[in-house]
């Protein structure tokens, strides 16, 4: 049974700094694709970043690498989720999600990830 669990969310101020962390148990973690993605309340959920099984990146438009940076720590099954410069319109619910198998791009289509976590609040206010 797959399992992702995320953590490190919480309340920061603005021009703040989170890293969030997905652990996996229960899959294949080193061969698939990796991917974090958010939800603000009454809106869409949208790519924000993933990473190959060889760590090939790719980043949504809104969240290009220099703000976020995603990485995977194959050792300890982790996904990680750097995030710095904290702004409000960052708020929202990030969830992790394990996708395809030894892809040559990291997928930006959420439709291509099959398991996802449980989500981890993220709130960025004064």
């Known amino acids: 049974q797959v399992q992702l669990v995320e953590s490190g969310g919480g309340l920061v101020q603005p021009g703040g700094s989170l890293r969030l962390a997905c652990a996996a148990s229960?899959?294949?973690?080193?061969?698939?694709?990796r991917g974090w993605s958010r939800q603000a309340p009454g809106k869409a959920r949208l790519f924000v970043a993933a990473i190959t099984w060889n760590g090939h990146t790719s980043y949504s438009v809104d969240y290009e690498k220099g703000r976020f940076t995603i990485s995977r720590d194959n050792a300890k099954s982790t996904l990680y989720l750097q995030m710095n410069s904290l702004k409000p319109e960052d708020t929202a619910v990030y969830y992790c999600?394990?996708?395809?198998?030894?892809?040559?791009?990291?997928?930006?289509?959420?439709?291509?990830?099959?398991?996802w976590g449980q989500g981890t609040q993220v709130t960025v206010s004064s």
């Open positions: 999600a394990a996708g395809g198998f030894y892809r040559a791009v990291a997928e930006k289509d959420l439709g291509s990830y099959e398991d």
């Open positions: 229960g899959l294949t973690f080193r061969s698939r694709t």
